[in-house]
């Protein structure tokens, strides 16, 4: 059974950076494709990018781009994401997911969704 | 502001049958399947609907989910007080080259 274990906790202030982690068992991690999803409190999902942890493609929201970094070691099937210049409106529950692909009876692609998620890991950005 | 559009709340009694509203537009919902998870306070989303409106294993057939168009909705009959969470929808923007999600519905149960 495939399980993302994600690092705890992090306080950070506000400029610096932050480094989460996410440990895949279960399953290679060469695998899989990893998102990383976001949820500041009350609020709904955000989604922040993907990996592909066999080549190391990486993708990001237009958002993001620049501030976030997406890396994998896969002799440890950890994917990390890192989250530079963080501000306030960063505080957020941050998950990692895999996106799973599906098809049809005939092979035709029907689309992905997000089948397996970490347990998400709190940053809290505060002077 | 979400780029897919659902109601913030919704409600029914038990053995009621409920759907969640999700709308989009053509570079989303009108070229990709919608996804459903289902979230309680506290814990990770879970995926519900994929698809084209399918349900993963060990998901319950009350669960069901439809789209038309830029619209797509996700149904639960039968509805029991174990249902009581957050919903929300989820489809690949062609335009964002990215995910995008509804802001979430909580379902109360009455």
């Known amino acids: 059974q495939v399980q993302l274990e994600q690092s705890g906790a992090e306080v950070k202030e506000p400029g610096a950076s932050v480094k989460v982690s996410c440990k895949a068992s279960?399953?290679?991690?060469?695998?899989?494709?990893m998102h990383w999803v976001r949820q500041a409190p009350g609020q709904g999902l955000e989604w922040l990018g993907w990996?592909?942890?066999?080549?190391?493609?990486?993708d990001f929201a237009k958002k993001f781009l620049g501030r976030v970094a997406l890396t994998r070691d896969t002799s440890s099937s950890t994917v990390y994401m890192e989250l530079s210049r963080l501000r306030s409106d960063d505080t957020a529950v941050y998950y990692c997911?895999?996106?799973?692909?599906?098809?049809?009876?005939?092979?035709?692609?029907?689309?992905?969704?997000?089948?397996?998620w970490g347990q998400g890991t709190t940053v809290s950005v505060s002077s | 502001q979400s780029m897919l559009t659902q109601p913030p709340s919704a409600s029914g009694t038990p053995g009621q049958r409920v759907t969640i509203s999700c709308s989009g537009r053509?570079?989303?919902?009108?070229?990709?399947?919608v996804v459903w998870y289902q979230q309680f306070p506290g814990t990770a989303p879970k995926l519900l609907i994929y698809?084209?409106?399918q349900r993963p294993s060990g998901v319950p057939d009350r669960f069901s989910g439809s789209k038309s168009g830029i619209s797509a909705s996700l149904a639960i009959s039968g509805l029991q007080s174990e249902d009581e969470a957050d919903y929300f929808c989820?489809?690949?923007?062609?335009?964002?080259?990215?995910?995008?999600f509804g802001g979430g519905t909580k379902l109360t149960v009455l």
């Open positions: 990996i592909n942890c066999k080549n190391g493609d990486r």
């Open positions: 279960g399953s290679i991690v060469t695998d899989f494709y």
């Open positions: 989820a489809a690949w923007d062609v335009s964002l080259n990215g995910w995008v």
């Open positions: 053509n570079s989303n919902l009108g070229t990709n399947g």
């Open positions: 698809p084209h409106d």
């Open positions: 997911a895999r996106l799973t692909d599906y098809y049809d009876s005939s092979g035709a692609y029907n689309g992905g969704a997000f089948d397996i």
